[in-house]
C-alpha cells in the first residue's frame, strides 16, 4: 500500500535523485549527502521513476537533466496519480519559458536553471516541499467546497420531492431528513441520496 505524503518537519528530507546521467546523478547525490539533514536516494540505472518512488516514499524528487524535453517530463507526469504525487524540484541547463511551462503542467513545483547545482540545495527542496504543501492545501479546499455544492444541490432536489409527495413545506422536510440521519448515524446526503434512489426506482416501469 502506498505511503501518503507526509513530510516531517523534525525528520530528515528523503530526497530522490533521478539523472539518466550516472555521472551527474552521483556528483548531486554525493554534494547532498554532505547535509546530514537530507537522507539521498538516487534511481537505480534501469530502475523507473515511478518504481523508485513506490520503492523510497521520497519527501522531494530532484529530476537533474541537461536539457529537460517534454519525452523526459512524461515520466515526471506519470507521478499525478494521488498515491505517487510528489514535490519536484527540476534542474536544467537551459532556460526554455515554453518547456518551463510545460514543467509546471506535468507536476513540477520548483524549476531551477543552473549550470550546476548549488552547494546548498536545501532551501530549493524546502521552497519545492513548501509550495506543494500549499497547493495540496488549496487543491483539498476547493475539492471540498465543490463536494459541499454537490451536496446541497441533492438535499434540496430530496427535499424538493419529498416536500411534493408528502405536502410538506421546507422546514417540515427538512426535519424529516435530519431525522432519518440520526436515526441511522448516517448523513443528510447519504439519506437524500436513498430517498432519491427509491423514488426514482418506484417511477421505473
Known amino acids: 500500500m502506498d ?13 530522490l535523485v533521478a539523472d ?3 555521472r551527474r546523478a552521483k556528483a548531486l547525490s554525493d554534494t547532498l549527502r554532505a547535509d546530514s539533514s537530507l537522507h539521498v536516494q538516487s534511481v537505480p540505472v534501469g530502475m523507473s521513476l515511478i518504481d523508485a518512488v513506490h520503492q523510497y516514499y521520497p519527501d522531494v524528487v530532484l529530476v537533474d537533466m541537461a536539457r529537460a524535453d517534454r519525452d523526459a517530463l512524461d515520466s515526471v507526469r506519470a507521478l499525478s496519480a494521488p498515491a505517487l504525487e510528489r514535490p519536484i524540484a527540476l534542474f536544467v541547463d537551459e532556460d526554455d519559458v ?16 543552473l549550470d550546476a547545482p548549488p552547494d546548498d540545495v536545501k532551501p530549493l527542496l524546502r521552497a519545492a516541499i513548501a509550495l506543494y504543501a500549499r497547493f495540496q492545501r488549496t487543491r483539498a479546499e476547493l475539492n471540498a467546497a465543490q463536494q459541499e455544492i454537490e451536496e446541497r444541490k441533492i438535499i434540496d432536489q430530496a427535499k424538493k420531492l419529498f416536500m411534493k409527495n408528502e405536502k410538506t413545506n ?4 427538512y426535519r424529516w431528513f ?23 426506482k418506484s417511477d421505473s416501469p
Open 98 to 113: 515554453n518547456l518551463m511551462e510545460t514543467a509546471f503542467d506535468t507536476g513540477v513545483c520548483s524549476y531551477n536553471v
Open 178 to 200: 435530519r431525522g432519518r440521519a440520526m436515526q441511522t448515524s448516517q448523513r443528510i446526503v447519504t439519506i437524500a441520496m436513498q430517498y432519491l434512489a427509491a423514488q426514482q
Open 3 to 15: 505511503k501518503p505524503f507526509a513530510p516531517s518537519a523534525r525528520a530528515p528530507i528523503n530526497v
Open 170 to 173: 421546507e422546514m417540515q422536510a
Open 20 to 22: 539518466a546521467n550516472p
